[in-house]
């Protein structure tokens, strides 16, 4: 599963690096929960936790139904 998140991590990067920001995919747990860092732009941004949620989380439960959640650690 790990390749799977960070494929789809590779494919919303860009975006978060247009805005000067980026994730780092940290662990992904048997469980379904993936741990990433937001560093640059997002990891002081007062939208990052809506950031995290509505679009890395969405995106990687869309793409991979074994996702539970996302968290920023």
Same mark, same amino acid.
């Given at each position: 599963m790990r390749e799977k998140?960070? @494929? %789809?991590?590779?494919r919303i990067k +860009?975006?978060? #690096?247009? @805005? =000067?920001g980026d994730v780092e995919l940290i662990e992904v747990g048997e469980d379904g929960v993936i741990k990433v860092r937001l560093m640059g732009a997002c990891g002081s941004c +007062?939208?990052? #936790? !809506?950031?995290?949620? !509505? =679009? &890395?989380?969405k995106m990687l439960k869309k793409? &991979? +139904?074994? %996702?539970v959640e996302v968290i920023a650690v």
């Open positions: 998140v960070e @494929d %789809v991590l590779n +860009p975006s978060l #690096q247009a @805005d =000067g +007062p939208m990052s #936790q !809506m950031t995290l949620k !509505m =679009g &890395i989380e793409e &991979i +139904p074994e %996702v």
